[in-house]
């Protein structure tokens, strides 16, 4: 009986330590509300190269200033370039032996096709807004208030303007 009552008590000393260890974390913590959704974070885009800002080309009214973004529109082959225009800026009707791809960064931009500029014409594009200008077609452009565009396009960029008169490489 003895050996019985010690085999017993061994048995009861050795569960004790393992019953009496302190439940895990989460057994003790209160539970709480699910959280709810969160919107997926949009992916982030690398950050852009700063650019370099220089006044606009010859073939422009003077008071723009461009940075090219990517390739070279002096030479054959695809160009990017963006174009900040300042208020009361306008581009004369003329145009372009390739397409042109314009795109609104920032402010608006309004722009017509026909063979003169004619404000009461005019559409307007908003910052995310583009237009394409099909080569040899007949447009303008100008900004009430300052305005930053990306032109895109085949190179090299040539410009002929509908009246010579408007051409800035004509002025004297």
Do not use: C
Not at 56 to 64: F, S
Not at 91 to 113: C, F
């Amino acid at each position: 009986m003895m050996k019985l009552l010690l085999v017993s008590a061994a048995a009861l000393f050795a569960a004790a330590p393992a019953q009496s260890q302190t439940p895990p974390p989460e057994a003790t913590m209160p539970p709480q509300a699910p959280t709810p959704p969160q919107a997926p974070m949009p992916p982030q885009a690398p950050a852009a190269p700063a650019m370099t800002w220089m006044d606009g080309p010859p073939g422009l009214p003077a008071g723009a200033k461009m940075a090219v973004v990517s390739g070279d529109p002096g030479k054959a082959g695809d160009f990017k370039i963006q174009l900040q225009m300042p208020a009361g800026y306008a581009v004369p009707a003329h145009h372009h032996p390739t397409a042109e791809r314009v795109q609104v960064v920032s402010g608006t931009l309004s722009y017509g096709m026909s063979d003169k500029l004619d404000r009461a014409k005019a559409k307007t594009l908003a910052a995310g807004q583009h237009v394409t200008m099909a080569a040899q077609m007949n447009h303008w452009v100008f900004a009430d208030a300052p305005a930053t565009l990306e032109v895109s396009g085949k190179g090299p960029f040539q410009i002929t303007y509908m009246d010579p008169k408007d051409d800035p490489r004509e002025a004297k």
